[in-house]
């Protein structure tokens, strides 16, 4: 790889990609995009945002069964999501866009229908050995002492288990629209996969099974709505299966993001030995540990990843070009954005994480078990808030490494970094309880964040002096509306309900919020300046 000179590198220009057009780069790419980067990312976050609220409505809905049928459906539906990470998603989006936009039209279409048909080959293989060994995989989750029905979660695996294959060629269509920055279709195809689920929720019986095919209902509905967007921009591809001179560098790729991803499973696997574990905690914590899974999930994926998506074909273009001065602004306004989003939800979710989590409760609270959920995730939820900055540090700096096919450094620090994990949660899960889990997510990722920032400033270039100052502004100024936030909820009436959840982060989250974007005003941060701009227009 060409690198750039020797001694620190010269100062980027302002830009604002998220919320503002460009504008023409200093060395503008060879052809203009279809869309605009602050067009992309609306699309991404809209998506993102329709299948983040529809999926905590399919939660609520979740958590109107019983509870010991929500703790086992949480166990089942880690099976096959373990191996959806292994081989779809992140691992197919990171390795195979750069070697995607690397090709011309003809190479482009030849490798996505070879690498279809691999795809689907290896998941049946998988699928049915999954269904083969699930006695072993379930063991494998649940405690010794374990909270959770084993033969209700057994039964729920193998029903999920073809799950597998269908989020899979789900993520090769994802894959190759946003190759060519479609975003639109794959942005709202999970709302497709939330809708479906929750009609079959609400319409079938509340039992193991109806709760298993709802999920694969789920599923199928967000395979079919991309393929008319593949038909339509001639991306659609006939899977088959033999050679390409690619599909060797996409395997190389995929391998050690394959390993990254089996080490966070390794943590996964850990996390729900855990919670399952009747000794350490009771009954309903598996539960609420998937409700505030679904809650950081949606501010991630909505403040944190959306972004980060819709930029990440602009990172493999300038990586391909070797520009890297734009490369560089490109990292430095993902950060400033993704930051800037990301501090005061993580300032809020610290003090309203028991608000956020009443949004489960269609129904108040009753009996041990729905409480035990509830407290669950409350303290889960306010612990994992803490490390929603450093984390987007994490996942910006390590979409610029696979945009420059650097898959290598990327992979050991987040493997290094997913151990690290497992052992702060053995060290300190066990004397802290609940807390423990985001104190330790915390800590990993603040190392991670670091030894990433070392790599990339050794092989590009860091801006790290307009970072700095960025987070030097932003991150006290969160804090400041964490703080109000917290002083409106003490005369609110306490949360448990859906009424009070809503109530808490209206008032109190929208007050601390308000704060918020007043001192960014203030302070004349770009980010909110160009959105108050677009509305004075």
């Known amino acids: 790889m060409s690198l750039p000179p020797s001694g620190p590198p010269p100062a980027p220009p302002e830009i604002n990609l998220s919320f503002e057009d460009a504008g023409p780069p200093a060395a503008p790419p060879p052809a203009p995009p279809r869309r605009s980067l602050r067009a992309n990312t609306i699309i991404v976050m809209l998506g993102t945002l329709g299948s983040r609220l529809s999926g905590i409505l399919r939660q609520q809905i979740i958590n109107l069964f019983d509870e010991r049928l929500t703790d086992a459906f949480t166990v089942a539906v880690k099976v096959p999501n373990l191996l959806r990470e292994l081989l779809a998603e992140g691992a197919l989006v990171n390795s195979f866009i750069p070697v995607y936009k690397s090709l011309d039209t003809q190479g482009r279409r030849a490798l996505a229908q070879t690498f279809s048909g691999v795809m689907i080959a290896v998941n049946l293989l998988l699928m049915a050995l999954g269904i083969l060994a699930a006695p072993l995989v379930v063991d494998l989750l649940l405690s010794g002492t374990s909270n959770v029905d084993r033969e209700v979660a057994l039964y729920m695996t193998r029903l999920v288990m073809p799950f597998l294959m269908l989020i899979s060629l789900s993520s090769v269509a994802m894959g190759l ?172 979710l610290v003090v309203l994480a028991p608000y956020a989590v009443s949004l489960m409760n269609l129904k108040v609270p009753a009996g041990p078990e729905a409480l035990d959920k509830f407290v669950a995730g409350s303290g889960i939820l306010t612990g994992w808030a803490l490390a929603l900055v450093p984390w987007a540090l994490v996942t910006v700096l390590l979409r610029t490494f696979y945009a420059r096919e650097r898959t290598r450094e990327a992979v050991t620090v987040s493997a290094l970094g997913f151990v690290l994990e497992v052992a702060l949660y053995r060290l300190l899960v066990p004397p802290l309880g609940l807390s423990g889990f985001g104190l330790s997510t915390t800590i990993s990722g603040v190392l991670m964040t670091g030894a990433l920032l070392y790599l990339y400033r050794r092989d590009v270039g860091f801006p790290g002096r307009e970072v700095a100052s960025h987070l030097a502004r932003v991150l006290p100024l969160a804090a400041l509306a964490g703080a109000a936030a917290w002083l409106l909820a003490k005369v609110l009436p306490a949360p448990g309900f859906f009424v009070q959840g809503v109530l808490g982060l209206a008032v109190a989250g929208g007050a601390g919020l308000a704060l918020y974007l007043a001192g960014a005003l203030a302070l004349k941060l770009p980010e909110v300046g160009a959105v108050t701009r677009r509305l004075r227009r």
């Open 177 to 348: 629209l946003n190759a060519d920055e479609h975003f639109r279709e794959s942005s709202f195809a999970p709302i497709a996969f939330n809708l479906a689920s929750i009609a079959a929720l609400a319409l079938l019986p509340d039992t193991a099974t109806w709760l298993g095919v709802g999920w694969l209902l789920g599923g199928v509905a967000q395979l079919v709505v991309q393929l008319p967007a593949l038909h339509r921009f001639g991306l659609l591809p006939i899977p088959r299966l033999g050679g390409h001179p690619a599909l060797g560098r996409v395997l190389r790729q995929m391998a050690p993001f394959t390993l990254t991803a089996g080490a966070r499973q390794i943590l996964n696997v850990y996390v729900t030995s855990l919670l399952t574990n009747v000794q350490q905690f009771p009954k309903g914590t598996a539960t609420g540990y998937a409700n505030a899974e679904a809650l950081f999930t949606m501010v991630n994926g909505l403040f944190v990843v959306s972004p980060v998506l819709a930029v990440f074909p602009r990172f493999s273009q300038a990586a391909a070009d070797r520009d890297w001065a734009l490369f560089r602004q490109l990292t430095a306004q993902t950060i400033r954005t993704t930051t800037f989003l990301a501090a005061p939800m993580s300032a809020l």
